[in-house]
């Protein structure tokens, strides 16, 4: 997405939880423990990937999508399907999205990664004060040349 920004990874922890899990110093009950709204909201809002679950390898992940943000108000913390993502980005300045995948047959689920969303990371914005300031000085302008008179 255009706007997107300050993406953070999470493939790397992600990675460390799998190496835990294959070591047996964490069970699959500590990692497959999606809780019914994630399941709900993946089921309903996620974005279904190609990509098999890394546990069971018997389903294929679902990545879900959380928006944060003061702007949201009441919408924070919902989960939102990816085509909605770009429409929210042109209407509000900034917010956050946390992508979260879940496997709706064993319930693991991680964090996959953040970024930022919104018209602040249009570099367009810049564009529209620079007419602004013009019509200023024009103003100013035409204001000294009436005094002049
Ligand atoms: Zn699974």
Redesign the pocket.
Known sequence: MRTQRQVVDYSLQKRAVLRELLAGRVGTYDVCDASPYLKNAARFHGEPTDRR?P??R??NLTLVHYIYGDELKQSAGQARTLTELPVLAMTLREFQVFVVEV?L??D?NHLVEQYLLGRDGLTGDSDGTGEQSVAAADGAGRRRREAQR
């Open positions: 679950c546990i069971c018997s389903e496997c047959g064993c693991w």
